[in-house]
T-cell receptor, first 113, second 115 residues
Framework: AQSVAQPEDQVNVAEGNPLTVKCTYSVSGNPYLFWYVQYPNRGLQFLLKYITGDNLVKGSYGFEAEFNKSQTSFHLKKPSALVSDSALYFCALGDTGGFKTIFGAGTRLFVKA | EADIYQTPRYLVIGTGKKITLECSQTMGHDKMYWYQQDPGMELHLIHYSYGVNSTEKGDLSSESTVSRIRTEHFPLTLESARPSHTSQYLC??????????????FGEGSWLTVV
């Protein structure tokens, strides 16, 4: 069965420091992986996706994610965190049939000034 | 950039009332979805549609119903609202080739409070 996990409920980081939000997955076959961000009282915004190709995917707002097949991980990263990055982040695993996407439980990121 | 619109954004209604949450997208996407999300919590898929006249129930049982008469429109209806229905409802859509990964785009959400 396909699944996605975000092992941390919350991540705290100081402004200017690098940040990492973790995601692991389980799937038979090649994964389609996504990251979304949700600001308070808003819908989810698409950040980036991995389909195939380079293991380092670049996305919106300076975020990037590293796909690691051997560790079945897709961690979200940013070299220098901003206070405005504070939000709820969701990792998602796409169904290869293209019909249903599985979302992780979300990780709340707090960036302190 | 995604163009998916939800109305109303915020709604407070009394118990027993019938409500319809509207959702429209202008991207011509064939797939549409409704998710339910309590504040800051995980998403729960409650309905989805592959195309016109196609609707399916999602992973979380819901007393709401949906219809898909037009490609761009996917309204959600609650015949008799109860306080347990208080939540945020997120509409979403996706389209394009499967090999593009079926990226899902979300509306801004409808906050429903039943008193």
């Amino acid at each position: 069965a396909q699944s996605v996990a975000q092992p941390e409920d919350q991540v705290n980081v100081a402004e200017g420091n690098p940040l990492t939000v973790k995601c692991t997955y389980s799937v038979s076959g090649n994964p389609y992986l996504f990251w979304y961000v949700q600001y308070p009282n808003r819908g989810l915004q698409f950040l980036l996706k991995y389909i195939t190709g380079d293991n380092l995917v670049k996305g919106s707002y300076g975020f990037e994610a590293e796909f690691n097949k051997s560790q079945t991980s897709f961690h979200l990263k940013k070299p220098s965190a901003l206070v405005s990055d504070s939000a709820l982040y969701f990792c998602a695993l796409g169904d290869t049939g293209g019909f249903k996407t599985i979302f992780g439980a979300g990780t709340r990121l707090f960036v302190k000034a | 950039e995604a163009d998916i619109y939800q109305t109303p954004r915020y709604l407070v209604i009394g118990t027993g009332k019938k409500i319809t949450l509207e959702c429209s997208q202008t991207m011509g996407h064939d797939k549409m979805y409704w998710y339910q999300q309590d504040p800051g919590m995980e998403l729960h898929l409650i309905h989805y549609s592959y195309g016109v006249n196609s609707t399916e129930k999602g992973d979380l049982s819901s007393e709401s119903t949906v219809s898909r008469i037009r490609t761009e429109h996917f309204p959600l209806t609650l015949e008799s609202a109860r306080p347990s229905h208080t939540s945020q409802y997120l509409c979403a859509s996706s389209g394009g080739a499967i090999t593009s990964g079926n990226t899902i785009y979300f509306g801004e959400g409808s906050w429903l409070t039943v008193v």
